[in-house]
């Protein structure tokens, strides 16, 4: 069953967090829309942006590089948001499932969270009613997400690198 919605555990803070926004310009009438959601959520959450932390590109082909690119430079967690809608040719698949799959390999390989904001859908409407409309918005959600991730692996990771304590020797 889907909630539809993401649902925090408790009030998350995103404050001193390092977050990145990529965002997508094709189908730029729904992603200004995941954009205004995601600023929406780091704001609600107490984080700051710097400049440069928005960064456009200019379809969803083009995560893969750029969150790549983006892995090491010291962000808690990326946010991806962009819009891939269905249509008469198998263009969809071919961006969609790369985008996907090119920000899933490099989250995995970095270690750094990467929220998956980008909607694939198959009619204009789908996507309008996860930008703002009656399915809330998936920008906001994706920001939130990362958040919670950001703050879910600064905790695990300092427990993991604590050094062992040696016997001592009789
Ligand atoms: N990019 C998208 O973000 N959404 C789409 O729906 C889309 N469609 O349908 O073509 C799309 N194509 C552009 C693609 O992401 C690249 O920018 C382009 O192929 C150049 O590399």
């Excluded at 977050?19 to 094709?26: D, K, N």
Aim: charged content about 20%; overall charge positive.
């Amino acid at each position: 069953m889907s909630t539809d919605t993401y649902n925090p555990p408790a009030p998350l803070s995103a404050a001193g967090l390092r977050l990145a926004v990529v965002v997508s310009r094709f189908n730029s009438f729904v992603t200004d829309r995941l954009r205004e959601g995601a600023l929406d959520a780091i704001a609600k959450a107490g984080g700051t942006l710097a400049e440069g932390d928005v960064i456009q590109i200019p379809g969803a082909w083009e995560f893969p590089v750029t969150v790549r690119a983006l892995a090491h430079r010291g962000y808690d967690a990326i946010i991806c948001l962009g819009a891939v809608i269905r249509g008469d040719t198998p263009h969809f698949d071919y961006v969609a499932g790369e985008a996907a799959r090119g920000i899933a390999d490099a989250s995995a390989a970095s270690g750094v969270p990467m929220a998956f904001g980008i909607l694939t859908t198959n009619t204009v409407e789908q996507a309008t009613d996860r930008a703002g409309g009656k399915h809330g918005n998936k920008g906001y959600d994706a920001a939130m997400t990362a958040i919670e991730m950001a703050l879910t692996l600064r905790a695990i990771r300092p427990q993991r690198f604590k050094p062992r304590r040696r016997r001592a020797r009789a």
